[in-house]
């Protein structure tokens, strides 16, 4: 099981220590860093940065919201980003949720969320091999654009820049089962949001039957220290604004798989607290347990037995989100054992 860091998106501004920790992590040996958006920072910016100042570990986007470009340009940025590193690009993609789709970027969420994954992916690949001009007539993107609006002047075309590796791997960000199963037919990795090593089939089927070579990585909340319970309130946290605030109380997929996961009347009341306003509630009310078995945190002992867990099954690259350089050697001793 390879390492990766994951550095997330940008809070209220940059974050001065993300070029320091993925040359720690890349001194470290870990395989690749990663970096996020949402609505405020841009996933390749950062990455782009992080580039220019290492030379061996991969650079990966957990994930590049398909909401926020066209495929064509996520094509753009992927490949440029590529030649610039020497080779070191993985493209994650997710599809995020209504709230952020429509609020933010203002486009509608499309109705069919498993058609609009699979032309964005197909773009993004005819994109990368050059083999032709790009064409799709897709029911959520056509290239060329031929809308009731359209001029009819559109061509077919391929890019200008010869892309550095046609086969740079595509990762997609799934959540429910039917997601994951398309995931492992035109994907070449996943990026699990929470991944419970004790309870993979929450995911559906598609996870006992993966492709060879196939890359499983999820992200995983990472600290080393003495008391467990205090450890886990940054991983409280982040579940109570991604369950409680990252989506509509109708339909938030965070909060489903929670469900899924054995939580629902947990999930329900955490969404029903950061809804009303009642923030530090709704982190409190996020289970111990949950928190928990989703994360690496506590003392050094007790990470080394937990992350045998995490190795016995799919996962081929545990991305750790990870706070310190401490917590990132000691991940890189164990990992290593």
Request: a neutral charge; glycine letters at 10%; charged letters at 20%.
């Amino acid at each position: 099981m390879r390492l990766g860091l994951a550095l997330g998106y940008w809070g209220r501004g940059p974050s001065p220590g993300h070029v320091a920790l993925a040359q720690e992590a890349e001194r470290l040996g870990y395989d690749s860093v990663w970096t996020a958006e949402s609505w405020g920072s841009d996933v390749f910016t950062p990455l782009a940065w992080i580039a220019a100042h290492t030379s061996r570990i991969r650079l990966g986007t957990a994930v590049a919201q398909m909401a926020a470009r066209p495929p064509t340009t996520t094509a753009m940025h992927a490949l440029t980003l590529d030649h610039l590193s020497g080779g070191r690009m993985m493209l994650g993609l997710g599809l995020s949720g209504p709230q952020v789709v429509e609020g933010w970027y203002g486009r509608p969420f499309p109705s069919s969320p498993l058609t609009a994954t699979r032309e964005y992916v197909d773009v993004v690949r005819q994109v990368l091999r050059r083999e032709a001009p790009v064409e799709l007539a897709g029911r959520f993107h056509s290239h060329p654009y031929r809308g009731p609006d359209a001029t009819g002047l559109g061509k077919p075309l391929k890019p200008i820049t010869h892309p550095l590796r046609p086969g740079l791997p595509i990762l997609l960000g799934a959540e429910g089962p039917k997601n994951v199963a398309q995931t492992a037919r035109i994907a070449d990795g996943w990026l699990p949001l929470y991944w419970s090593p004790t309870r993979p089939e929450v995911y559906g089927p598609a996870v006992r039957e993966l492709p060879e070579d196939f890359l499983v990585a999820p992200l995983a909340q990472a600290r080393v220290c003495d008391d467990v319970a205090e450890g886990l309130l940054p991983v409280k946290a982040m579940l109570g604004f991604y369950i409680g605030g990252m989506g509509h109380a109708a339909r938030n997929f965070h909060a489903d798989l929670m469900a899924r996961m054995g939580y629902e009347e947990e999930a329900h009341r955490i969404q029903e607290l950061f809804l009303s306003g009642r923030r530090e509630e709704a982190v409190l009310a996020v289970p111990d347990a949950f928190a928990d078995e989703i994360s690496l945190v506590g003392p050094r002992e007790r990470i080394a037995e937990r992350l045998e867990s995490w190795r016995k099954g799919p996962v081929t690259d545990l991305l750790v989100l990870a706070p310190d350089p401490h917590t990132l050697r000691v991940l890189a001793e164990l990992n290593s054992r």
